[in-house]
């Protein structure tokens, strides 16, 4: 079983910049970010490999948020610029076992955090 805590989100202004961070409680495989916004379903931002080789980002996201991991410390990060209203969303992060493929499908993925709101003011 794994654990993923995520931190970081908030509230920020559009234009403005946040960093969230996934704490695993073990070692993880491909891992990735998805975002609900209320209403909505949840949807993909951004996956990477546990190598760091294949990150791929949403259309909406790609130029403006930045994945990575520190596999050291089982930690994942979402750097996130130029933050726009539509950004608002629960944002989760998501982790799969024994497969190296990144995937932007949420049922691909075997563990899940509780997430993060992030707020993005006008």
């Known amino acids: 079983q794994v654990q993923l805590v995520e931190s970081g989100g908030g509230l920020v202004q559009a234009g403005g910049s946040l960093r969230l961070s996934c704490a695993a409680s073990g070692r993880t495989y491909t891992m990735g970010w998805f975002r609900q916004a209320p209403g909505k379903e949840r949807e993909f931002v951004a996956a990477i490999t546990r190598s760091g080789a294949g990150i791929y980002y949403a259309d909406s996201v790609k130029g403006r948020f930045t994945i990575s991991r520190d596999n050291a410390k089982n930690t994942m990060y979402l750097q996130m610029s130029t933050l726009k209203p539509e950004d608002t969303a629960v944002y989760y992060c998501?982790?799969?076992?024994?497969?190296?493929?990144?995937?932007?499908?949420?049922?691909?993925?075997?563990?899940w955090g509780q997430g993060t709101q992030v707020t993005v003011s006008s």
């Open positions: 998501a982790a799969r076992l024994g497969a190296a493929s990144a995937s932007s499908y949420p049922s691909h993925y075997d563990y």
